[in-house]
């Protein structure tokens, strides 16, 4: 290679990352804490979006996927719980109520891969996965377990979501 060529491939590439950079705006620490600050608990908010080490350096559709995998990682954590109770309870109704609550989660694991597909039109998809868990919470009412608690925090991380999707659907 001579060294016009070389410089070419330099400058290409140099133009590739400025127009990236121009495009992508990496969201800084104090609009995390802004949009933080539209939740029921800001302060877990940062927290559990600074968890993720995807975070130093996304733009606000990376900030929303990040929340997305979020959630379904917390879903998918429940289900597996739920699948773990249908196993281990001697109670005929209390494991038809495990097994579709389980299916339920199961539903909202795939509407939140949906809304990480569809990032316009995730809030749709997010609406769904809290309904989906909130047909669980019958199951609560009778077996007041540790999963009640995983339920609550499951919410709490759909509505960090629906505020993500709503700052990346405004810009």
Known sequence: MNMFTTFSHVFILVSIILISSTTCTKITDKEIKHLCSKTSNPDRCYK?????????????????????DLAAKNAKEIHSV????????????????????SKNYNDAIRH???AKNNLK???????DASKDNKQCEEVFRVDHSH???KNDDFNFVL????VMLNNLNKK
């Open 147 to 149: 999963i009640k608690k």
């Open 48 to 68: 559990l979006l600074k968890s993720d080490h995807r975070i130093t350096n996304v733009d606000a559709k990376g900030l929303a996927q990040i929340s997305i």
């Open 121 to 127: 039109s995730g809030g749709v998809q997010v609406a």
């Open 159 to 162: 509505s960090v979501v629906k």
């Open 112 to 114: 939140l891969e949906a």
């Open 82 to 101: 739920l699948n773990a109770l249908v196993q281990g309870t001697h109670s005929a109704r209390l494991r038809e109520m495990y097994n579709r609550c």
